[in-house]
Structures are given as structure tokens and as C-alpha cells.
């Protein structure tokens, strides 16, 4: 069983930044963070996959303004977020999987974290 911990959510004005992170207690293979804004679906933002090299997923509307990475000794992965604009106001979800794949549907990934707010001011 892998639990997940975040951290780093916030209030910001746009224009700002924020950094979320996640801590995976046990061995996973991709890791991403989703998001779910009131009254809309959850959707995927970033994704991350290790297995020999590195492979990296971004949303159409975090591109060039989002950054996933991970720290392979601390077993947790980052999610940078800059240029932030108020449409980025959501719950962000850490989740994860213990296949090595890069995929966008929330379904395909067994293990979520709790949540954290993220709110742009404008």
C-alpha cells in the first residue's frame, strides 16, 4: 500500500508562484497531480514516469508555466507552478501508480493523495 502526503498549497495573487509536494511512502513508477476546480471535473495537470529514463506529461494549459520533477531519495515528487492565474484555483491531487506509463485518466491511478487547496487571487 502506498500513501501519498502533500503539502504546499496556498493563496497567491496571479502572477505568482507556489510549489506543491509529494511524499510517497512506498514504491511507485509514475507519479502526477490533478486538479478539480468547483463544478468542474478533475483533470490532469502533470505526470511523471522513472523506469530507466525520465518521462514527462503536461497539460495544454500549464505548459510553459508548470514544472513537475522528483527527488528519488526523498521518494517525492514536486509540482512548481508559476505565472499563476486565477483559472489555476483548485484542489490539487497527488496520485500515483506502481506501473511505469505516463497516462491522463485519474482512473488509471491507484493511489491519491488528500488534497490541497491552491487559490489565485486576482
Known amino acids: 500500500q502506498v500513501q501519498l502526503v502533500e503539502s504546499g498549497g496556498g493563496l497567491v495573487q496571479a502572477g505568482g508562484s507556489l510549489r506543491l509536494s509529494c511524499a510517497a511512502s512506498?514504491?511507485?513508477?509514475?507519479m502526477g497531480w490533478f486538479r478539480q476546480a468547483p463544478g468542474k471535473e478533475r483533470e490532469i495537470v502533470a505526470a511523471?514516469?522513472?523506469?530507466?529514463?525520465?518521462?514527462?506529461y503536461y497539460a495544454n494549459s500549464v505548459k510553459g508555466r508548470f514544472s513537475i520533477s522528483r527527488d528519488g531519495a526523498k521518494n517525492t515528487v514536486y509540482l512548481q507552478m508559476s505565472s499563476l492565474k486565477p483559472e489555476d484555483t483548485a484542489v490539487y491531487y497527488c496520485?500515483?501508480?506502481?506501473?511505469?506509463?505516463?497516462?491522463?485518466?485519474?482512473?488509471?491511478?491507484?493511489?491519491w493523495g488528500q488534497g490541497t487547496q491552491v487559490t489565485v487571487s486576482s
Open positions: 496520485a500515483a501508480k506502481t506501473t511505469a506509463s505516463v497516462t491522463r485518466l485519474d482512473d488509471d491511478y491507484a493511489y
Open positions: 512506498g514504491r511507485t513508477l509514475t
Open positions: 511523471i514516469t522513472w523506469s530507466g529514463y525520465t518521462t514527462y
